[in-house]
């Protein structure tokens, strides 16, 4: 059984910066891609930011310079620092991970943790 277990979302004022956690459960998973996505109140979830197990980051343009995506192996973590915050950056923030454990390859997703930018 694989979890993924986020942390770290709240409210900030437009500029500030916020970084969310997801850490995965499961003993004998290995993590291989990690995202985090992201949707807003009425619009479809969209991909913000992917690493690969060698570290390789790459970010949507709307991000870019201002998101910052890191991975912890040993830890089957993965980050994302958020800094210069817009009030288009509020949504609910997903993990979403590719991996192998021992019944074979899978697709995980959080529960997901709110940001919401405002003043």
């Known amino acids: 059984q694989v979890q993924l277990v986020e942390s770290g979302g709240g409210l900030v004022q437009p500029g500030g910066s916020l970084r969310l956690s997801c850490a995965a459960s499961?003993?004998?998973?290995?993590?291989?891609?990690m995202r985090w996505y992201r949707q807003a109140p009425g619009k479809e979830r969209e991909a913000v930011a992917w690493?690969?197990?060698?570290?390789?980051?790459t970010y949507a343009s709307s991000v870019e310079g201002r998101f910052a995506i890191s991975r912890d192996n040993a830890e089957k973590t993965v980050y994302l620092q958020m800094n210069r915050l817009k009030p288009e950056d509020t949504a609910v923030y997903y993990c979403?991970?590719?991996?192998?454990?021992?019944w074979g390859w899978g697709n995980y997703w959080g529960q997901g943790t709110q940001v919401t930018v405002s003043s």
């Open positions: 499961g003993r004998s998973f290995s993590p291989d891609i």
């Open positions: 690493i690969t197990s060698g570290g390789f980051p």
């Open positions: 979403n991970v590719d991996g192998s454990a021992d």
